[in-house]
């Protein structure tokens, strides 16, 4: 693995985190699956797999308890579940629950953004309403 530092310079030209200490970097992962769960009594539910081959980084989402037809937008977001941050990295909206996307993104700008989540919404006109989420990175 490798570290990346931010924050102030030491005198050796090294940044660091304002407490000091490093912030270690999750290792390219060839594929890894997040839990998308309920979010505000939805029913929906599922899987999203995440791949990271060379500079593309795709994202596959499968949910349960979707409507058919409806299409939900999707996007990965900074902060947690419990408190979903800005937009940081469109997805593919969802149609019958199913969504495969080439994230405009390389691994490496995906962590920088970290944390973040995978947030789906209820549908295009309801984009408050959000029926899924799942960690992506902590």
Known sequence: GFLIYYGKKNEYGKKFVSSGNPVS???KPESFSIVL?????????????????NDIVTV??????????????????????????????PI??????ESETNVIATWDEIVKASPIVLGIHKSAEEENVFTACGRVLP
């Open 25 to 27: 970097v999750p290792k």
């Open 37 to 53: 769960n309920e979010q505000n009594g939805s029913g929906q539910s599922g899987i999203a797999i995440i791949e990271a081959k």
């Open 60 to 89: 596959k989402i499968r949910l349960v308890g979707a409507l058919p037809g409806i299409s939900q937008p999707a996007y990965i977001y900074s902060g947690n579940c419990k408190s979903i941050g800005e937009k940081k990295f």
């Open 92 to 97: 593919v909206p969802l149609v019958n629950g």
